[in-house]
């Protein structure tokens, strides 16, 4: 988890990352973000994260990333 | 018949297709068929003439919706010029720009209400304007008197001064282009294009002009759908959208997650990129995944509406080749000139030297809005004409042509760069943190492997504290990705910023495999 919101940190120190649950309904990550995101989770944790689990849903909150994340490791 | 009034486009198509959906925001959103539009514009037109809105500058602060576009045009039935706000743009940019453009009236929707009021100008919201009555008269007076010359928008782009440039254009300019891109690209009534394109910048027009001159039908996609690929590809197939003028790095995404390969958007026809360098591996992907589509390459300079340059992918590249730009549009003129000045043709099998590029036609915009200094830098008399006063625009791109005889972009004479077809003066940026008193020196620079911003400075303020600041005056895409603080910034021997010592760091900064 404190690596997510590390990464999540370093691409918008603005925000409390930690306790943001509007990530992309606010629209604080943009397209670019979410693509930088996504290689530095798989490079981070070691996963491949598939297109289909690139949804909103997944992203909108460190909690949610996280728990994409824990589902990518158990595949 | 003759045509000095991009209106008259969409009255001769809403004749022709009045139940016909011109544009929409899909998924049962908002949808305007032509007829609507034309008495949306109407409407919104009357009702800004009864607010003195003939010749005024006019801006518009609304989300993406076909109502917006029915804004734009109303103002333009009033004889008056839109500027376009969003809701993305920070307070102080926005305050600059409608100060700098001389606003005297917004119109709003009800989710920009309260940013809108806080501007100090009269505001109107758009429904009140879609319920007036239409006042044949006074619209026809406004189209009696108005010439092709006369100004219909204003865009602004990234100024190296550090403020933003606003550019003005003409019904005349956007007739042209108009008449010269839509043969280009094969659009027809049967086209379907779905719109990436924020609507404050000229990219947008390739839809709009489509739309409403040949009947093709627009859909506006939603903005966090570029984030999410299979949001994008459900959306341009339940649409069966057949076109997309997009920035490459809209195509990027979908390519780059793993989406192309696995869910093809095969609904798409003709395939439109430009603003950016498209990497090649990603072009290669693109032609093979959609082999019945037609691909182009545009490139042009909002000074010059819209696009320029067009080339129709119909033969295969060679591996290490550059997609060119190919050839100006119809009525439009590249002059290629050496640094001597001198003009430079194209060689039969072999490539040119390289050259800048200038444009002569009527895509030459009128000029900056109110900033006479860099109107003159920019548009200048024709190099090559010394008998009548001639001009052209001055771009600052770099090209050569090829052995095929197409141009081929090579860069910028300058520093400026490009983030997700938007451009960027550094300068801008370096302008604002010396905004803060406590900052003595700041060098921006662009690492293009990653396509993020990285800024340097020397100063007291936190660099937490400086990222606040700048977000208050910069655009989102402006923002640098790392800002990094220093005792001092490096010069060269000659005692000008190092930019390409600080590049090298950034560089390292942002390829290296850092603990998180």
Same mark, same amino acid.
């Given at each position: 988890?404190? /690596?997510v /919101?590390?990464?999540?940190?370093?691409?918008?120190?603005?925000?409390d +990352? +930690?306790?943001?649950?509007?990530? @992309?309904?606010?629209?604080?990550?943009?397209?670019?973000? @979410?693509?930088?995101?996504?290689?530095e989770?798989?490079e981070?944790?070691?996963?491949?994260?598939?297109?289909?689990?690139?949804?909103?849903?997944?992203f909108?909150? +460190?909690? +949610?990333?996280?728990?994409?994340?824990?589902?990518?490791?158990?595949? | 018949m003759?045509?000095?009034?991009?209106?008259?486009?969409?009255?001769a198509?809403?004749?022709?297709?009045?139940d016909k959906?011109?544009?929409?925001?899909g998924?049962?959103?908002?949808?305007?068929?032509?007829?609507a539009?034309?008495?949306?514009?109407?409407?919104?037109?009357?009702?800004?003439?009864?607010?003195?809105?003939? %010749?005024?500058?006019?801006?518009?602060?609304?989300?993406?919706?076909?109502?917006?576009?029915?804004?734009?045009l109303g103002v333009?039935?009033?004889?008056?010029?839109?500027?376009?706000?969003?809701a993305?743009?920070?307070?102080?940019r926005?305050?600059? &720009?409608?100060?700098?453009?001389?606003?005297?009236l917004?119109?709003?929707?009800?989710?920009?209400?309260?940013?809108?009021?806080?501007?100090?100008?009269?505001?109107?919201? &758009?429904?009140?304007?879609?319920?007036?009555?239409i006042?044949?008269?006074?619209?026809?007076?406004?189209?009696?008197r108005?010439?092709?010359?006369?100004?219909i928008?204003?865009?602004?782009?990234?100024?190296?001064?550090?403020r933003?440039?606003?550019?003005?254009a003409?019904?005349?300019?956007v007739?042209?282009?108009?008449?010269?891109?839509?043969?280009?690209?094969?659009v027809?009534?049967?086209?379907?294009?779905?719109?990436?394109?924020?609507?404050?910048?000229?990219?947008?027009?390739?839809?709009?002009?489509?739309?409403?001159?040949?009947?093709?039908t627009?859909?506006?996609i939603?903005?966090?759908?570029?984030?999410?690929?299979?949001?994008?590809?459900?959306?341009l197939?339940? $649409?069966?959208?057949?076109?997309?003028?997009?920035?490459?790095?809209?195509?990027?995404? &979908?390519?780059?997650?793993?989406?192309?390969?696995?869910?093809?958007?095969?609904t798409?026809?003709?395939?439109v990129?430009?603003?950016?360098?498209?990497?090649?591996?990603?072009?290669?992907?693109?032609?093979?995944?959609?082999?019945?589509?037609?691909?182009?390459?545009?490139?042009?300079?909002?000074?010059?509406?819209?696009m320029?340059? !067009?080339?129709?992918?119909?033969?295969?590249?060679?591996?290490d080749?550059?997609?060119?730009?190919?050839?100006?549009?119809?009525?439009?003129d590249?002059?290629?000139?050496?640094e001597?000045?001198?003009?430079?043709?194209?060689?039969?099998?072999?490539?040119?030297?390289?050259?800048? &590029?200038y444009?002569?036609?009527?895509?030459?915009?009128?000029?900056?809005?109110?900033? $006479?200094?860099?109107?003159?830098?920019?548009? !200048?008399?024709?190099?090559?004409?010394?008998a009548?006063?001639?001009?052209?625009?001055?771009?600052g791109?770099?090209?050569?042509?090829n052995?095929? %005889?197409?141009?081929i972009?090579?860069?910028?004479?300058?520093? $400026?760069?490009k983030?997700?077809?938007?451009? !960027?003066?550094?300068?801008?940026?370096?302008?604002?943190?010396?905004?803060?008193?406590?900052?003595?020196?700041?060098?921006c620079?662009?690492?293009?492997?990653?396509?993020?911003?990285?800024?340097?400075?020397?100063?007291s303020?936190?660099?937490?504290?400086?990222?606040?600041?700048?977000?208050e !005056?910069?655009?989102?895409?402006?923002?640098?990705?790392?800002?990094? $603080?220093?005792?001092?910034?490096?010069?060269?021997?000659?005692?000008?910023?190092?930019?390409?010592?600080?590049?090298?760091?950034a560089?390292?900064?942002?390829?290296?495999?850092?603990?998180?």
């Open positions: 988890m404190e /690596i /919101i590390n990464l999540l940190k370093r691409l918008h120190p603005e925000i +990352a +930690a306790n943001a649950y509007g990530l @992309v309904d606010d629209g604080i990550l943009t397209s670019l973000d @979410v693509v930088t995101l996504i290689m989770l798989n981070a944790f070691e996963i491949s994260i598939p297109v289909e689990e690139i949804l909103p849903t997944n909108n909150s +460190a909690e +949610a990333i996280f728990a994409l994340v824990e589902r990518m490791q158990d595949c | 003759r045509i000095k009034n991009i209106l008259q486009y969409l009255e198509t809403a004749a022709r297709l009045p959906t011109a544009f929409s925001d998924n049962g959103g908002e949808a305007l068929s032509f007829s539009l034309l008495s949306a514009t109407r409407r919104i037109g009357s009702s800004l003439l009864s607010r003195g809105g003939q %010749g005024a500058r006019i801006a518009v602060f609304m989300d993406r919706h076909p109502s917006t576009i029915a804004a734009m333009i039935a009033a004889g008056g010029c839109y500027v376009v706000l969003d993305s743009m920070p307070e102080a926005i305050i600059d &720009i409608v100060a700098r453009a001389g606003v005297s917004v119109i709003c929707d009800a989710k920009n209400a309260a940013r809108a009021q806080g501007l100090s100008l009269p505001v109107v919201d &758009i429904e009140t304007l879609r319920a007036a009555e006042d044949e008269t006074a619209l026809a007076l406004v189209r009696t108005q010439i092709d010359t006369d100004p928008y204003m865009v602004f782009t990234s100024g190296s001064t550090g933003p440039k606003g550019v003005v003409c019904h005349r300019s007739i042209d282009y108009a008449e010269a891109l839509l043969p280009a690209l094969g027809s009534q049967a086209s379907v294009f779905g719109c990436q394109s924020p609507l404050y910048f000229d990219a947008p027009l390739k839809e709009i002009l489509s739309t409403l001159v040949a009947g093709a627009t859909y506006l939603p903005r966090t759908a570029f984030a999410f690929p299979m949001q994008l590809l459900t959306y197939r339940e $649409q069966q959208i057949n076109t997309v003028c997009w920035v490459v790095s809209a195509f990027l995404q &979908i390519s780059a997650l793993g989406a192309l390969e696995k869910y093809p958007p095969t798409l026809k003709t395939v990129f430009g603003s950016e360098v498209f990497p090649r591996s990603h072009y290669d992907r693109w032609r093979a995944a959609l082999p019945d589509a037609v691909f182009y390459q545009l490139y042009g300079p909002t000074e010059a509406t819209g320029s340059c !067009v080339w129709r992918a119909d033969r295969a590249l060679e591996p080749e550059k997609i060119p730009i190919g050839a100006p549009l119809d009525n439009t590249v002059l290629l000139l050496s001597g000045g001198t003009r430079i043709l194209p060689r039969d099998g072999e490539s040119s030297e390289a050259g800048e &590029i444009l002569r036609g009527s895509c030459v915009t009128l000029g900056y809005d109110h900033a $006479q200094e860099e109107t003159a830098a920019a548009f !200048v008399q024709n190099p090559l004409n010394d009548y006063p001639e001009t052209v625009y001055r771009t791109d770099m090209a050569q042509y052995g095929h %005889g197409e141009l972009f090579l860069g910028r004479r300058d520093a $400026q760069i983030i997700q077809g938007h451009r !960027v003066e550094p300068g801008e940026i370096e302008a604002a943190a010396m905004r803060c008193d406590t900052i003595a020196q700041a060098c620079v662009y690492v293009a492997e990653v396509r993020a911003l990285v800024l340097f400075y020397a100063g303020e936190a660099a937490d504290t400086l990222r606040a600041a700048l977000g !005056v910069l655009a989102p895409y402006m923002m640098p990705r790392s800002i990094i $603080q220093k005792q001092s910034l490096p010069k060269t021997a000659n005692g000008k910023m190092n930019r390409r010592e600080l590049l090298a760091e560089v390292a900064l942002l390829l290296k495999k850092e603990p998180i």
